[in-house]
């Protein structure tokens, strides 16, 4: 198993922090992994983007142009990543930041409601937490298990009571993510 995964929104949203625990929690679950960031100078409110690879076999090379998952928050990563997207690939969008829907029909697209569930939550730190979790729903490439274990080794450790709130959100993606 190998899922080259693609994650991009704007600075703030937890993009590369969300890439970062996917990969430790594959890292936790003794899988090959690489993690590499990408992001504008001004970072919060500019574009960001993160690549995980998650593998059982060592990994060639962490460069990709061709993704099998694609998560995007805004409409300019829907623009520049859904044409990169394997055919059979996944592509799950938030729907709070895309005007113009993904159009391609040889892919799976899911939509998750992950800004107004953080909004309910009123906690719009959980936000990208949710997304992780509907990925983890169609497309289970590691376990929560790995992933609250992910988080006990990412997060500071005066941020280890926030843990149960983010597995909580975590849930939540799972249960709200719906296949368009």
């Not at 100078?41 to 142009?65: H, Y």
């Not at 609250?148 to 709130?165: D, F, G, M, Q």
Request: proline share 6%.
């Amino acid at each position: 198993m190998k899922k080259e995964i693609i994650i991009s929104g704007f600075g703030g949203q937890g993009v590369l922090s969300m890439g970062k625990i996917l990969a430790y929690s594959g890292l936790m679950e003794d899988k090959e992994v690489t993690w590499m960031p990408a992001y504008g100078p001004e970072q919060r409110g500019g574009t960001a983007n993160v690549t995980v690879i998650v593998s059982d076999e060592r990994i060639s090379s962490p460069i990709l142009s061709r993704y099998d998952v694609a998560i995007v928050l805004n409409q300019p990563s829907l623009d520049k990543f859904e044409p990169k997207l394997k055919p059979g690939g996944i592509l799950i969008y938030d729907s709070y930041g895309i005007i113009n829907p993904p159009k391609r029909s040889d892919i799976k697209v899911y939509s998750i409601d992950a800004m107004d569930k953080a909004a309910e939550m009123k906690n719009s730190k959980v936000f990208n937490m949710i997304v992780l979790g509907g990925l983890l729903k169609v497309c289970s490439i590691v376990s929560e298990n790995g992933v609250e274990k992910a988080l006990y080794k990412t997060l500071p450790e005066r941020h280890h009571s926030l843990i149960p709130l983010n597995m909580e959100a975590i849930k939540t993606g799972k249960e709200i993510i719906k296949e368009m």
